[in-house]
C-alpha cells in the first residue's frame, strides 16, 4: 500500500504505472534514468539544486556589453597654416590686407600654381565653385578641396548675402567632392560665414560618413600667402601692403 501511495505521486514524473503478472507495478522511465546520477548529485548539493533553471525557479541572465560608439565623423575648422601645401606662410606674419591690384583672378591663378593644379578655371554665373583640386597636402595626405574667391571688385565685411547672386554659393561648394572648403576674400570675413561653413561641413560631414574641413582666408591671411609665394602670384616680394581697417568678427 505503501508503494502504491508513493507510486501514485511519481506516476507519469519519474516512474510510469504498468501492469505486471495481472498487478499494479512501476517501472522506471529511461528518459529520467538517462539523468540519475546527474538528479543524485542535485540532490546532495543545495547550491546546484537552486543554481537549476526550472519552471518554479526561473532565473534570467543579464549579460551588459559596453560597446562604445565609433566616434562620429565631424566639421573641423582650419586655417592656412593647417595645409602643409601653405607651409612657408607659417613664417610669414600678419601685416595688413592684401594689395587691391591683385584680382581675383590672379590670386586664384596663384593658388594654383602652388598646389600645381593645372586647367583653367573661368569665372561664370551659377558655378558651384571657383577653383576644384585634389592635390591640397595636410598631415602628409592628400585631400580634395573646393575654393570660393571673392576679389577687390567687392567692398566692405564678406556676409553670406555677398556668396553668389542669390546668397547660396557656399552650400552650392559643397556640392562637390572633396573634404576641404576654404573661403577667400580680399578683406575681412564676418563670423556669419564661418557659421555657414560649419553648417554645411556638419551636414557633409554626416551625409558622407567622414571628416570634413572648413576654413576661411582673409585678406590678412591672403596677403601672408602673396608673400610667401611671390613668383606664383605673379608679383615683386616687397610689395606695398594695404592697412587693415576690419577685424574679423
Known amino acids: 500500500m505503501q508503494v502504491q501511495k508513493v507510486g501514485s505521486v511519481l506516476d507519469g514524473v519519474a516512474f510510469d504505472q504498468v501492469k505486471h503478472n495481472g498487478e499494479i507495478a512501476y517501472a522506471r522511465r529511461r528518459e529520467i534514468h538517462a539523468h540519475k546520477r546527474e538528479i543524485l548529485e542535485l540532490g546532495l548539493n543545495r547550491g546546484k539544486r537552486e543554481a537549476l533553471l526550472t519552471k518554479r525557479n526561473p532565473q534570467v541572465a543579464v549579460h551588459i556589453h559596453n560597446r562604445r560608439q565609433a566616434p562620429r565623423p565631424k566639421a573641423i575648422a582650419i586655417t592656412i597654416d593647417h595645409i602643409d601645401s601653405f607651409s612657408a606662410a607659417k613664417k610669414i606674419k600678419v601685416d595688413g590686407f592684401i594689395p587691391r591690384s591683385i584680382s581675383e583672378d590672379q590670386f586664384k591663378r596663384g593658388v594654383q600654381s602652388i598646389l600645381r593644379e593645372p586647367g583653367e578655371w573661368k569665372d561664370f554665373g551659377g558655378e558651384l565653385l571657383d577653383l576644384a583640386t585634389t592635390r591640397v597636402e595636410m598631415r602628409g595626405k592628400r585631400f580634395g578641396a573646393a575654393f570660393a574667391f571673392k576679389g577687390p571688385g567687392m567692398r566692405g565685411p564678406l556676409v553670406p548675402k555677398k556668396m553668389g547672386a542669390s546668397g547660396d554659393q557656399i552650400q552650392r561648394m559643397f556640392m562637390a567632392h572633396a573634404q576641404v572648403f576654404f573661403v577667400q576674400y580680399h578683406e575681412d570675413?564676418?563670423?556669419?560665414?564661418?557659421?555657414?561653413?560649419?553648417?554645411?561641413?556638419?551636414e557633409k560631414s554626416e551625409m558622407t560618413n567622414q571628416p570634413i574641413y572648413y576654413g576661411i582666408i582673409d585678406g590678412s591671411d591672403s596677403h601672408r600667402l602673396v608673400r610667401a609665394y611671390p613668383e606664383a602670384f605673379g608679383t615683386p616680394p616687397n610689395q606695398k601692403k594695404r592697412k587693415t581697417t576690419q577685424k574679423t568678427r
Open 189 to 202: 570675413i564676418k563670423l556669419s560665414i564661418l557659421q555657414l561653413l560649419r553648417t554645411c561641413a556638419v
